[in-house]
């Protein structure tokens, strides 16, 4: 993902593949290697402890998809 900011400085870590392969890597499903990664590699782990995970809604309940539970 990439936020533009007007800025032309180059991105400190970029990871590219295809969009499922980018959304597998997002919910922990494959690893880094698995993408075409440029910049600082040690960023990436970084992205799991600003983003919390994605929980799956349990049917009925609108709980787990970002819904307020009951």
């Given at each position: 993902?990439?936020?533009?900011?007007?800025?032309?400085?180059?991105?400190?870590?970029?990871?590219?593949?295809?969009?499922?392969?980018?959304?597998?890597?997002?919910?922990?499903?494959?690893?880094a290697?698995?993408?075409?990664?440029?910049?600082?590699?040690?960023l990436?782990?970084?992205?799991?402890?600003?983003v919390?995970?994605?929980?799956?809604?349990?049917?009925?309940?609108?709980?787990?998809?970002?819904?307020?539970?009951?």
């Amino acid at each position: 993902m990439r936020l533009d900011t007007g800025t032309t400085a180059p991105a400190a870590v970029e990871a590219a593949g295809p969009a499922s392969d980018l959304a597998l890597f997002l919910r922990r499903r494959i690893p880094a290697a698995a993408l075409h990664v440029t910049g600082d590699t040690g960023l990436l782990p970084h992205w799991f402890t600003l983003v919390p995970p994605v929980r799956r809604a349990r049917p009925g309940t609108g709980v787990g998809c970002g819904a307020p539970g009951p």
